[in-house]
């Protein structure tokens, strides 16, 4: 049975104010289990300007077996961190962050903090979005009489994908904008609300990562005029769009990498780093000479491509067009070349731009291992990442069978892909494995910001989740993606079983017909009740979290607001979990609300859950009452 500890997160239950402005004083509540210590003093410590700051809590009173407590906090810098010091009456001394509870000393790095820039919209907390990648998710009755450029190999709807170069990267199915706006209906059934495109920009590929050009909307998608019409229906049916941006690099065919190729003296040179007095030799993303990187010292480049209201990022924000926000490609690396570093002016520009177009849009950041350096609020609203709960996820519920596959250098390979790690595949995690990654990849990351991170179980650039799941575990991991802290993503194809053994080979054309096939149906119906449970419960968008019980088959945690607590179970070899009297306050009155499972209550307020594996299941029980202040 885990023993019940003191418990803060930065939910409204804990938290006055998750938009502050600095100078502004915050009230900050902890929750202590009854009996516990006992305490002598519970004080908050922050850390403004490197210089330890220290503000007394009173004791509010005690509810539910729980004691709560509250201190002000002073937002004195733009990201304030903060813990809370618990001295118990026989000396001893503990301290509290966002890693748990501890008897030393802790990193500033892992506090609690409050964020003093201007909050993102409050939309972006209720989303669930859906990826689209547009070559292979539907085709209009236009795009058949498009003519192809010369890069393309084109494919017929049905076709296999090639796994070696170059099909990989121009295998082209001819998916458009009109495509997916047919196609919108889908969306809704499902019930997301948020749609994601990948880059819909000119390139010479068909992934579009390799712009040509970031002013117009490649014909072979529809042009201008379908990005329009596509962003119009959706917003009619009540689904934001955002597009997809390569701040990193360009493409080598992009117009400004033309203008300077082999034109010294030319205005558009300073934008690159070029090597040679010929302007012929560059640095580019990971030595791909096709992918040129830019140089964000230059003045003239952040005008033309992010500052003001005539750039590229304020264009595409502003009708006819109207997109909702931006996901940053490459964002960890913007800006970024060795002794260089510009990477925090440049995602604070997006932002300032962005404000000034829009406030009511999104912007994220794709920053695939540990982001917490990046992620402190000044910029990003959240990021594409994977090490807080993509990757633990796989290495808990995956069971790699070894079956062979082709590399795009046409080896073959039976070590499961694992988003690029020469790690001997998928490691082998335990249900507290993936709780301690979780834990470890958003203790350096503000609350109001990890709600922002996306929660995918797999996107275009991974393999597909359940390739390798283990039986029974789909619903186990969708489930998690839509009832842990942060923003869940379907990636298209996800919700029809797609597979695919890596990331380019999981860019899988859509099976549409297929919809009433078995078990087609089945995973359907799946993604259309999790994304219903995400949204019929706010305390899964904006709840605090929780963990209740944790062991190497099974995790529980609750999501909790004043209105409604969200119990959640989660195993994969079945679960026989004992909760502590007072874990759960108003388990008696739970109501099942997904999945099989058992929940019992003792007389004295103890909680059995219980489940064959794998299982997921969800139940809503009553909302936290706390003292009044």
């Not at 803060?8 to 516990?36: E, F, I, M, Q």
């Not at 912007?363 to 695939?368: D, H, I, M, P």
Request: glycine share 10%.
């Amino acid at each position: 049975m885990t023993s019940l500890l003191p418990h803060h997160d930065g939910s409204p239950l804990h938290v006055s104010d998750l938009a502050p402005a600095l100078g502004d004083v915050v009230t900050v509540r902890l929750r202590v289990p009854a009996g516990y210590g006992p305490l002598a003093v519970v004080r908050t410590r922050s850390n403004p300007d490197h210089e330890p700051e220290w503000s007394d809590a009173v004791h509010l009173g005690e509810s539910d077996g729980w004691d709560w407590w509250e201190a002000p906090v002073t937002v004195r810098n733009p990201r304030h961190g903060y813990r809370w010091m618990l001295q118990l009456e026989n000396g001893a001394v503990e301290w509290l962050n966002q890693t748990g509870l501890h008897r030393i000393e802790t990193l500033d790095a892992e506090d609690f903090a409050l964020v003093a820039t201007p909050a993102p919209p409050a939309w972006l907390y209720d989303a669930v979005m859906y990826q689209v990648f547009p070559d292979r998710f539907a085709r209009s009755e236009h795009a058949g009489a498009r003519e192809l450029p010369d890069w393309a190999i084109p494919a017929e709807w049905g076709d296999a994908l090639d796994p070696v170069m170059p099909g990989r990267a121009q295998q082209f199915f001819g998916g458009d904008l009109d495509g997916v706006t047919e196609k919108l209906d889908h969306l809704v059934s499902l019930g997301v609300n948020l749609l994601y495109l990948t880059p819909v920009f000119p390139a010479a590929s068909n992934h579009r990562y390799d712009a040509s050009s970031f002013d117009r909307v490649d014909p072979l998608l529809g042009g201008d005029e379908a990005y329009i019409r596509l962003i119009e229906a959706a917003h009619a049916r009540g689904i934001r769009v955002i597009g997809d941006l390569t701040s990193n690099h360009s493409g080598d065919r992009h117009e400004w990498f033309q203008a300077a190729f082999g034109h010294p003296g030319a205005p558009e040179e300073e934008f690159y780093y070029f090597t040679d007095d010929a302007n012929t030799a560059y640095e580019s993303w990971l030595g791909y000479p096709s992918l040129p990187k830019f140089n964000w010292a230059s003045e003239e480049l952040r005008a033309r491509f992010i500052e003001g209201e005539d750039s590229i990022v304020a264009k595409w924000l502003k009708p006819p067009y109207s997109a909702d926000g931006w996901r940053i490609d490459v964002a960890n690396m913007t800006g970024r070349l060795g002794a260089v570093d510009l990477n925090a002016e440049v995602r604070q520009l997006f932002r300032e731009t962005m404000l000034a177009i829009n406030p009511d849009t999104i912007l994220l950041g794709e920053s695939t291992n540990d982001a917490a350096s990046d992620l402190q609020g000044d910029g990003w609203h959240g990021a594409m990442t994977y090490p807080s709960f993509t990757r633990p996820v796989w290495g808990w519920l995956s069971t790699p069978d070894g079956a062979p596959y082709i590399t795009s250098d046409d080896d073959e390979v039976t070590e499961a892909w694992f988003f690029g790690q020469p790690v001997g595949g998928i490691p082998r995690y335990t249900a507290a494995d993936f709780a301690e990654a979780v834990v470890r990849f958003t203790a350096g990351i503000p609350w109001r910001v990890r709600l922002g991170n996306m929660q995918p179980l797999d996107t275009h650039d991974t393999a597909r989740f359940a390739t390798n799941a283990a039986a029974g575990t789909v619903p186990v991991a969708a489930g998690l993606s839509m009832t842990l802290p942060g923003l869940p993503v379907v990636f298209a194809g996800d919700e029809f079983g797609a597979l695919g053994v890596d990331g380019e080979m999981s860019r899988t054309p859509m099976p549409w017909g297929s919809e009433s096939e078995p078990a087609t149906a089945e995973r359907l119906a799946l993604y259309r009740d999790l994304i219903a449970l995400r949204r019929a419960h706010p305390a899964l968008a904006t709840g605090g979290f929780r963990w209740v019980h944790i062991d190497d088959e099974t995790v529980a945690f609750v999501r909790e607001s004043a209105d409604e607590t969200i119990l959640v179970l989660a195993t994969r070899g079945g679960a026989d979990a004992d909760l502590a009297p007072g874990a759960l306050p108003g388990a008696a009155a739970a109501e099942a609300r997904f999945g099989d499972a058992t929940l019992a209550v003792a007389d004295d307020g103890a909680v059995l859950l219980s489940a064959e594996g794998p299982a997921f299941a969800v139940w809503s029980l009553p909302g936290v009452i706390a003292p009044a202040g």
